[in-house]
């Protein structure tokens, strides 16, 4: 069975950083496609960034391009974002989903996390 666990939320000032970690068990980390999503509340989920398998390409919704930086080791089955100058309009929990192609509606992913939640304070 497949699990992943996210870390790393927290809250912050406007302007600062943090870093998501997800780590995922089983050992066919290498075949998944990866994403971020977050959701706000009352509002749907949303995609934030996502990353092919050998990590050759990614992707990032336009609100997060230049600010986020999603990666990803195979070798310790765990996926990263980077998040910087973080906005209030940031603030969500974060969800990590693991899924067999690159596509941006949450509800084609297979796998996913509990979420970690990211707060920044204006």
């Known amino acids: 069975q497949v699990q992943l666990v996210e870390s790393g939320g927290g809250l912050v000032q406007a302007g600062g950083s943090l870093r998501l970690s997800c780590v995922v068990s089983?050992?066919?980390?290498?075949?998944?496609?990866m994403a971020w999503f977050r959701q706000a509340p009352g509002k749907e989920r949303e995609f934030v960034a996502a990353?092919?398998?050998?990590?050759?390409?990614?992707y990032y919704t336009d609100s997060v391009k230049g600010r986020f930086t999603i990666s990803r080791d195979n070798a310790k089955n765990t996926m990263y974002l980077q998040l910087n100058s973080l906005k209030p309009e940031d603030t969500a929990v974060y969800y990590c989903?693991?899924?067999?192609?690159?596509?941006?509606?949450?509800?084609?992913?297979?796998?996913w996390g509990q979420g970690t939640q990211v707060t920044v304070s204006s």
């Open positions: 989903a693991a899924g067999f192609k690159y596509v941006r509606d949450y509800r084609e992913y297979t796998y």
């Open positions: 089983g050992r066919t980390f290498s075949m998944y496609v």
């Open positions: 990353i092919r398998s050998n990590g050759g390409s990614t």
